[in-house]
């Protein structure tokens, strides 16, 4: 079945470091993967995505990187920010369309 | 600014009684997905819709849970009667298939429900 799970729940940064998360994923079949943020008392909000024919995505300040043959997916975010911290989540669609499975989430702290 | 518009925001009641969250999708988005999230659990997909069609609401209980669109601009989440474990925030999230299109959710703020 589809799983998508993050290795670590927690993670804390010093402001201006560089932050990475990582996910696994247990399915392969997957047209795409995607980063959410939530903050707290919100709903989660649509980061980056990137199709699984690539390689990296970047964005403004993040990267998105998947590497299929260990089924590993990974957001680095730099220069960290206060308003960086949130919970972040991976999710990556089945093959129903639209679909998405979501990881259980890592916890972001930035402390200045 | 087209967001996803949920209703109530929050929701104390009693166990036992009816509680129904509503939930209007982002105008011209054709899915729409009801998400449960706990600490436990993380997030859940109760149900979801394509067209006001139900496609999968296997991940709801359904002797207590129903979830319907009777409309293009309206999903309800209904549970009767509530129990203390549906404590919880129940997202809905609104996306765009058409022409085979995959891509982000857009998630409304949420409901957040106790039952005592």
């Known amino acids: 079945g589809e799983s998508v799970g993050l290795h670590l729940p927690t993670l804390s940064v010093q402001e201006g470091d560089n932050s990475i998360i990582n996910c696994a994923y247990s399915?392969?079949?997957?047209?795409?993967f995607i980063w959410y943020k939530q903050e707290s008392g919100k709903g989660p909000q649509f980061i980056i995505d990137?199709?699984?024919?690539?390689d990296k995505r970047q964005g403004q300040r993040v990267t998105v990187l998947l590497n299929k043959t260990v089924k590993h997916l990974s957001l680095q975010i730099a220069a960290t920010q206060p308003g960086d911290s949130a919970v972040y989540f991976c999710?990556?669609?089945?093959?129903?369309?639209?679909?998405?499975?979501f990881g259980r989430g890592t916890q972001l702290t930035v402390w200045p | 600014d087209a967001r996803v518009t949920q209703t109530p925001r929050h929701k104390v009641t009693e166990m036992g009684q009816e509680v129904t969250m509503r939930c209007q999708p982002i105008?011209?988005?054709?899915?729409v997905f009801w998400y449960r999230q706990t600490m436990m659990q993380g997030l859940e997909l109760l149900a979801y819709?394509?067209?006001?069609?139900?496609?999968?609401d296997s991940g709801m209980p359904k002797d207590r849970f129903s979830a319907e669109m009777p409309d293009a601009t309206l999903a309800t989440l209904k549970i009767q009667p509530s129990e203390p474990r549906d404590s919880a925030v129940y997202f809905c999230?609104?996306?765009?298939?058409?022409?085979?299109?995959?891509?982000?959710?857009?998630f409304g703020e949420g409901s957040r429900l106790t039952v005592l």
């Open positions: 990137i199709r699984s024919n690539m």
């Open positions: 819709f394509r067209n006001r069609a139900p496609l999968d």
């Open positions: 999710a990556k669609g089945g093959s129903t369309l639209g679909r998405l499975y």
């Open positions: 105008l011209g988005h054709n899915t």
């Open positions: 999230a609104s996306g765009d298939t058409t022409g085979g299109r995959t891509g982000e959710l857009f």
């Open positions: 399915n392969s079949a997957s047209d795409y």
